[in-house]
C-alpha cells in the first residue's frame, strides 16, 4: 500500500472511533481529504482506495486537476474550501458540489446569480470567523445570524452548514463549541470543522464535515 493510503485508512480508522467514542454514527462524519498542491499521481491512490470526497483551495488549481481525475472517477464529489474571489463565483459554481467559504453579502450575490445561470446549487457553507481574526476570512460570530438571513431572504440561498478555522494557536474546542451554537440557533444542520491536528476534537462537537489533509497527504512542500 502506499503511504497515501496507509494514511486515509488510519484517519478513517480515527474518525470512526472518534464519532462512537462521542455516540454518533462514524457515517454522520464525511471526510473532506483536502488535495491542495498536490499533484494527480498523488491523489490517484486515495481515489483508487475508494475516497470521493475532496477538498481544494484554489479555482484555477482545482480547474487544472480535477476534470481529467473526474473522467475516470465521476462519483467524486469537490469541496470548495479557500477564500474565493467574487469574480470566481461562476467557475466555482460550475466546477464544484460545495462551497464553504461563502462569508460576504458581495459574494453571496454573484453565487445566487450563478447558481441561477448554470441551474445547479453546490452546497454552501458560511465561513464565521470565531477567532476574529484579522487576515481570516468569515463572518464576525456577532454578525452570522443576520449574514444567514440575508443570504437566505434576500438572495434566496439553500445554506447547508456552517465552517470556521480556529486560531492556530489556541486550543480549537471553545471555536467549534461555538460554531455548533451558533448552527444549531439557525436551523443548520451541517457544521465543517476539524483539520489534521483537530478532527476528533470536532468530532465530539458535532463536525459533520472534517477536512484532512496533511494527515492524509503528508506534509505540503
Ligand atoms: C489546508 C486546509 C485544510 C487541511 O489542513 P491540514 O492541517 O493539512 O489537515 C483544512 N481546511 C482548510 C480551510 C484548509 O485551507
Redesign the pocket.
Known sequence: MSDTVTRLETTRAAISRAARDFGRKPESVTLIA?S?TMPPEVILPALEAGQRVF?E?YVQEAKAKWPGLRERFPDVELHM??PLQSNKAREAVELFDAI?SLDRESLAKELAREITRAGRAPGLFVQVNTGEEAQKGGVLPADADAFLLRCRGVHGLAIEGLMC?PPAEEPPSPHFGLLAKIAARNGLKSLSMG???DYEAAIQLGATHV?????IFGA?G
Not at 211 to 215: E, I, L, Y
Open positions: 483536502v491542495k477538498g483551495n474550501i479557500g464553504h478555522i483539520m489534521s491536528a477536512r484532512v489533509g496533511s494527515a505540503r
